[in-house]
Nanobody, 125 residues
Framework: QVQLVESGGGLVQAGGSLRLSCVAS????????MAWFRQAPGKEREFVAV????????YYKDSVKGRFTISRDNAKNTVYLQMSELKPEDTAVYYC??????????????????WGQGTQVTVSS
């Protein structure tokens, strides 16, 4: 079992930066792929970024490439999402998710067994 708690969201002006953190409980964190998803009002949840269990493979949604960076610290059971050059369209609730399949590095939400409660990111224009 893995429990996830996100933090770091808030209100920021366009062009600003935020760093989201997701702390996991449970001994299986280091073998999980970790991802960030987001959901804007009235829209479906969408993939943002994923990092494999060793932190060596990452994938990003096209619209955040070059602006967002996902990383992890297995010693701290924490995954991060550094967000820069934020745009109003990045406004959403951001969710951290864990995939127990050690071989996975997937953008598919259905593959993730554990989810955090979400943290709100609001970017003003």
């Amino acid at each position: 079992q893995v429990q996830l708690v996100e933090s770091g969201g808030g209100l920021v002006q366009a062009g600003g930066s935020l760093r989201l953190s997701c702390v996991a409980s449970g001994r299986t964190f280091s073998s999980c792929a970790m991802a960030w998803f987001r959901q804007a009002p009235g829209k479906e949840r969408e993939f943002v970024a994923v990092i494999n269990w060793r932190g060596l493979i990452t994938y990003y949604k096209d619209s955040v490439k070059g602006r967002f960076t996902i990383s992890r610290d297995n010693a701290k059971n924490t995954v991060y999402l550094q967000m820069s050059e934020l745009k109003p369209e990045d406004t959403a609730v951001y969710y951290c998710a864990a995939d127990r399949n050690i071989a996975d590095v997937t953008p598919l939400a259905r593959e993730y067994e554990y989810w955090g409660q979400g943290t709100q990111v609001t970017v003003s224009s």
